[in-house]
């Protein structure tokens, strides 16, 4: 199968022994929207969260202290760069481990947060996160096992699907799903952005949409049914 | 032509037409529930208003996010009008685009310190969950053509027929997230009149011009996917014709069906999703 078929026309590509680097404009498009959001990120003032109070007409104004503030934003552009990597790697366990160090650091984000509902679902997807990481790799080394290589480059080139890249496939689908937390996993994630805090709150859903996009195109890469 | 004067000739028609199409979306709605409605031409003069009503920005707001993220919504639907419309790319970047807007639904809402943006933004992570599933429909689209660069699924509708004869199922998957992005839809948590305007009500004066200029551009855009990926090859006039049709045809079911409970609205979609994948692959392999 042709890459070009996918993501447009073939821009440019980095060979790295079996791993080749690619991009076509699908992938520019995409490093470069998360590197936009990320230096948004890394330069914006957090947002002051005005709650209603209880047995009172005054507002409650919740704002992200100076030491939180620090780390949250740290972890938010380290979220940012494992994304854009995500983007345009060529490489499908390099790929692996840019979404788990995404799925680990986005509990990073919300924990250190003073909230009880959103600590509850931080906890939670985390769980979800680490079991997750069991198909994701295990999709990841089953597909090395059946085409003996990792590079997304060689893999497109491979002209049928064995069904063990199918099986493959279908694993790295449900850990992308679980890491990532779109549905049916979605309802602990969603909690989390309760918090106080944008825009480092952001980089959770930016880097889960955008890992979300790339996990299709690979899979379209690997299981052909043309 | 040049290509910067058919950009800005492309984004003009695609911002009148979409404008157009809202406010038409607004008067069927109106005359179904037995109201007169505004003027078509109302969602277009309220866009035009607000760039020249002045501007104000709340004390609680994330600056400089909370401006960058209208013009950043702005930036993406401009960007799929290139995509789309003038250059014929890959459906894969309007679906990247499609992202980037649900993103920004997102932070459009939580950077300004509204609790009403707040749960709009929440919000806007549960409907992402189901939306991007819908919008997946183009891998079938992908498993019949065996292309997602626009311009070849129309060379092969020319040689093979439309696909909505073909692959029926993944249309009317598009067709539920086209409803879904209509105004006052089933589906449309994000903007429930439960939380005033959604991730809008703290976005004023010249802002707010830009976030109506990008939903008239984007109702364009997602219109003319849809009959271009489904139904083309397409002249002007056919394009007009469907547009119209398919504004009337949400605006009939959204004016007879209320908002549903997020949680309901996940889940339907996320059904029709699955049933729509799963049925269209089962129909591929069969035939």
Redesign the interface.
Known sequence: MDIA????DLLGTIPLGDIVLYL???HL??FV?VL??TG??A??????????SFKTLKDN?VSVGLEEFKIRRFLAIVCGLATAGAMITGDLFNFTLFVTLIGIINVGIVSAVKQIDVLDAAYNYGIIAMIASLPLFGGASIILASTGTLSLFEIAKIATTAPMMTFGAILLLIGIAGET????F?AS???M??T?G??F??II??S???V??RA??I??IIVK?? | MNLMANIIMNVAIAFLLGSLLLGLHRKIMARIQLRPGPPIIQHFLHSLKFFFKESTFP???????YI?IAC?YCAVWI?AVI?GPITY??L??I???Y??Y??VE??AG??????YG?VS??R???S???E??LF?VL?IV??QT????IG?IIAYQSAHGPLVYSIPLAALMFFILILSKSPYSPFSITKGKDIISGFETEHFGVLRGYMMLSESISWYILLWVFLTVFFGPLSFSWYLIGMVTITTLTAIINATTPILNPNHS?MSQ?SIAILGIGGS?LI?LLV
Do not use: W, Y
């Open positions: 078929s996918l993501g447009g076509t404009p699908f498009f995409m929207v936009i959001f948004l990120i330069i914006s003032r957090s947002e002051t969260q005005v709650e209603a104004k937390g779109t549905a049916p979605f994630k969603a909690e952005f309760r106080p944008s825009p709150i952001l859903h930016l889960s949409l955008m979300i996009i299709i195109e899979l379209l049914v043309i | 004390k609680t707001a994330s600056m400089p996010f960058a950043i960007t995509v790319g890959s894969f970047v679906f990247a685009i992202a980037v649900k993103i997102h932070n939580s950077s300004s310190g509204s609790p707040k933004c929440v806007a992570v549960f992402a969950a189901a991007l599933p997946a891998a992908f498993f065996g292309t997602m660069n070849d996940v996320i692959i591929m």
